[in-house]
């Protein structure tokens, strides 16, 4: 028992420690947040204070001059007479943060996203020691590897839902593959994957993936199967009235002023193209500036521990491979852009501490695994811990100018990476050739022979 809760214990704290490291590190210039943090923070003191998501006194008050301290983008509008505005943002972060908030500020509230970092850290090391029989060297290794780098480490302590959704998606899977799943780990899964769509409407898709896994698992219990259906209809049926009640629309970009005038739906894009977002399917890992491969180079292990995640045998491996696939191609068809005002990464933080647990299958394969995916996750740390200095010191911001950053190892790798910003026909080339290795890494991947048979 011991031996099973150390290692879990030992990353969740490193994980929370990498986060802290970015607590005081500046989003932009003149501003500790940006982009949609400071509308989360200000709903999160409204709830705290007024019990309430209109944030319209909080506006007229600056309350939000603490930690953003130059003209705040308001994103909102008067939604009747009495000037009533609410953020376009689902509401569970804010109320997360609301106690953190009313207690200590905006310090407070990245305190407390850091700590979920640790304990999604942990419980994905758990994850990968109890559910799929993975070493506590090579979980340990392979887990802290992926949260200690960008895009975990930085998104452990900006403020976003990223990571409390992937706390969500990682207890859900916990729970659905326990060895014997009672009535008590199917309710617990289940307001697991209720919480993602209030989290952000775009983890509906994943959080549909992970209720199809839970009406699977109950295929076979008529009156479970039932029970589950008619939780998540009336949990459906209770987020779109809610919706329409609160924000005026089927989603809270209803509620948006930069939607006013195409509608909430074209958040997506208004000229979608398929073809064209295609390419970041490779990118997402691999582009020059926003792939996670590029800050954190054990991702480049990824697809090979993909391959072995899908021919381990274990209760879970379909449910979780489905959840990542749906969760890349999320992000690659129907984010509206891969290269935005965040820290790289942002749409696939979701999933990504299940993609770690391929990572702790390649750490499991043998001494020079271990050593590679430990040296690659010290480079990943190395290049956060840069950023994040630079950004505290006021050379370099999180989301406006971080890659200028003088970290030689990020620096050195993102010359061998293609341009998706900037794209040429040498840089296309490139990104279909890092194509061809991904998927050969892929396809080793699955060739591979289970390192527990191999033994």
Known sequence: MARTWTAPLLVGVLAAWAAVVGLDARATYGARVTGDEPQYLLSATSIGEDRSLDVSDEIADRRYLPYHEIDLDVQTMPLDASGRQVSPHDPLLAVVLAL????????????????????????????????????????????????????LAAYGVQVYPEMPA??????????????????????????????????????????????????????????????????????????????????????VYATGDHFAGTGEFSVVGTRVDLLGRSRRLVGLLVDQDFGIAAWSPVWFLAPFGLGLLAVR???????VIAAIGVGWLNATFVALTMHGYWVPGRQIVVVLPLVALGLALVAERGRAWLTTTFVLGVIGAVNWVWLAAESSTGRRTLVYDFAATASWPARAIRTVLPDGLRPTGASVALLVAWAAGVLALLVAGLRASDARRSR
């Open 100 to 151: 953190p908030m009313r207690l200590g500020g905006w310090w407070a509230a990245k305190t407390a996203l850091a700590l979920a970092a640790g304990l999604t850290a942990g419980l994905t090391t758990w994850l990968a020691m109890r559910r799929l029989s993975i070493g506590a060297a090579a979980a340990g290794v392979g887990v802290g590897a992926a949260f200690v780098g960008i895009p």
């Open 166 to 251: 992937a706390l969500a998606v990682v207890g859900a899977v916990a729970l659905l593959t326990a060895p014997d799943p009672s009535w008590r780990h199917r309710v617990g899964a289940i307001a697991m994957i209720v919480a993602l769509p209030w989290l952000a409407v775009k983890y509906a898709p994943v959080a549909a993936v992970l209720a199809v896994g839970l009406l699977v698992s109950c295929r076979r219990r008529t009156r479970r199967l039932a029970v589950a259906v008619t939780a998540f209809v009336v949990a459906a049926t209770l987020y779109l009235v809610a919706h329409r009640v609160w924000y005026g629309g089927w989603t």
């Open 313 to 319: 045998r274990w209760p879970g491996r379909w449910l």
